[in-house]
């Protein structure tokens, strides 16, 4: 044997036996073999199977029956139990209708079809043809145009998103676990928070705004029991914007306080409106009214009624109440009284900026009848250490009290520029030391530079012109007790009516006690009893 015969040898060895199978391994296309007579048989053989099976959709796979007259290419995968034709094949098999009969494929695992009466994709598994998932159920996240994330299961991002009815009403559900978890909506800025509107932490509804995300305000509430609404900041445009802020008002709030300027003042709200906290509304010890209001226990501090009252000042008026003292078990024999306490009842005062008006607000100190209002003889301005007076003749000599050694200067102005004459905002006590006016030379040495606070709000230095109207501070009680001041009833048990009055502006400077104070608008009544009114 030649060399290069043996070497030919060698290297056939090598390589691998030839495959004689005439079908492919996956689709079992036939093979056109060497030597083949009619090639084009066993070419559109292969033809017509990758028509048939690549891009599988079958018309059904439930339909047992053949159909009488199938299309050309009809394909079915066929379910247990099938007839006619299709009678004895297994199920899940492929029934394809080409030439006027039927061949059949068994599908192998990982095939998958378009069911077209099904509208489904479905996988050959090995033993049957499951859902691929595709329909969308259950799908663990989405994320259209954005990516979802394991607390937004569903994301979208997009100019608008739109939800529509399916030929008649479309309902959006937001289901919650329990009454205190949150079903609402929450619109962003930023990411950031800024309106929240749902059922948060109770079955209530409830809409909620912020600024900033962190701090959340209430605007509307309705219960879920009754469906009462609330508007916990108040509202605006149920009227007209010049009849103010305040809550709007019911014809039953009209009716409580339709026979004086106390607002449900005879308990005919059926609550304790508008009377503190300590107060408890009783409707079955009444002076022939529908309610009283009732206070047990000691002196708790001065407790007032929660809406204002408005006056004018220029008119008189007459207070009057009703007061009933309960008897008090123990023994009382050594209180001058016995168990009978006393009783206070009054008004607070207010300006027109709704700051509450202090005596030493309007007060002055008076020197042995003498009135200390004068006017300044020379300007005086923020930093100075010496006042100098037109006349110092009322002015303190050796009275020590903080409130007798102050300045209050007249020419403030409200919030609205409005200036008063006898009543000012701009005082301050402890401002020179007993002996220190000079009524000879009309001078107050001051004990510290003329603070700026008390600056002219006219003058962009705050200086005082001379001419300005000044006087030494005081101070007194800022009450004005016009109902009863220490009243003592004769009886327990027993219902009395009491009377007072109070009117005109005081301008006196002293602090008359039935008088109303200047800039007077809007008193408020208080009292401190241990009474039922």
Not at 146 to 165: G, I, K, Y
Request: glycine content about 10%; aromatic content about 10%.
């Amino acid at each position: 044997m030649s060399n290069a015969w043996r070497e030919f040898s060698r290297l056939a060895r090598k390589l691998p036996m030839p495959d004689f199978s005439d079908r492919s391994t996956h689709l079992e296309l036939p093979f056109i073999q060497p030597s083949q007579a009619q090639k084009h048989v066993t070419h559109n053989e292969g033809v017509r199977r990758l028509d048939a099976l690549v891009q599988l959709s079958v018309l059904s796979m439930s339909e047992p029956n053949p159909p009488g007259a199938p299309d050309p290419g009809a394909r079915y995968i066929l379910p247990a139990g099938a007839l006619g034709a299709w009678a004895g094949q297994p199920e899940t098999t492929l029934a394809i209708y080409e030439g006027g009969t039927w061949s059949f494929t068994l599908p192998r695992p990982g095939w998958t079809a378009w069911v077209e009466d099904e509208s489904l994709h479905r996988v050959f598994d090995g033993s049957g043809w499951a859902e691929t998932g595709n329909d969308y159920q259950n799908l663990p996240y989405l994320g259209v145009q954005t990516t979802a994330d394991a607390t937004n299961r569903l994301a979208v991002s997009s100019e608008a998103t739109l939800l529509t009815h399916a030929g008649a009403g479309h309902q959006l559900k937001l289901n919650k676990a329990a009454q205190d978890e949150t079903a609402s909506l929450l619109f962003q800025t930023g990411w950031s928070g800024r309106a929240e509107m749902g059922t948060a932490g109770s079955d209530d509804f409830e809409i909620k705004v912020s600024a900033d995300g962190q701090s959340f305000h209430s605007a509307l509430m309705a219960e879920a029991t009754t469906g009462r609404v609330h508007f916990p900041q108040g509202a605006t445009g149920v009227s007209p914007a010049e009849f103010g802020v305040g809550p709007v008002t019911t014809t039953d709030y009209a009716a409580a306080r339709g026979l004086d300027l106390v607002a449900n003042g005879t308990g005919l709200l059926g609550n304790r409106y508008n009377f503190p906290a300590g107060f408890a509304y009783d409707p079955q010890i009444a002076p022939n009214l529908p309610a009283s209001f009732s206070h047990a226990g000691r002196y708790p501090g001065v407790m007032q009624m929660q809406e204002q009252l408005p006056i004018d000042p220029n008119r008189v008026y007459r207070l009057s109440s009703y007061i009933r003292q309960e008897s008090i078990p123990g023994d009382w024999s050594d209180f001058t009284n016995g168990e009978r306490h006393r009783h206070y009842m009054g008004l607070i005062c207010f300006d027109r900026d709704g700051e509450t008006i202090q005596s030493y607000h309007h007060m002055r100190y008076h020197h042995a009848g003498i009135d200390s209002l004068t006017t300044l003889a020379a300007p005086l301005a923020p930093g100075d250490t010496v006042v100098h007076l037109t006349d110092a003749s009322g002015w303190n000599e050796n009275a020590t009290a903080t409130y007798y050694r102050g300045l209050i200067l007249f020419g403030y102005r409200n919030a609205h520029g409005f200036a008063y004459d006898r009543y000012s905002r701009l005082v301050e006590f402890d401002l020179f030391d007993a002996g220190q006016v000079d009524k000879a030379t009309g001078t107050v040495t001051l004990n510290k530079p003329f603070p700026a606070a008390l600056g002219n709000p006219d003058d962009p230095a705050g200086v005082w012109p001379s001419g300005t109207e000044i006087a030494n501070s005081s101070s007194g009680s800022s009450f004005k007790y016009a109902f009863y001041s220490a009243l003592v009833t004769a009886e327990t048990d027993r219902w009395y009516r009491t009377t007072g009055y109070i009117g005109g502006i005081d301008r006196s400077g002293q602090n008359v006690g039935l008088n109303f104070p200047p800039e007077q608008r809007l008193p408020r009544c208080f009292g401190s009893p241990i009474t039922r009114t």
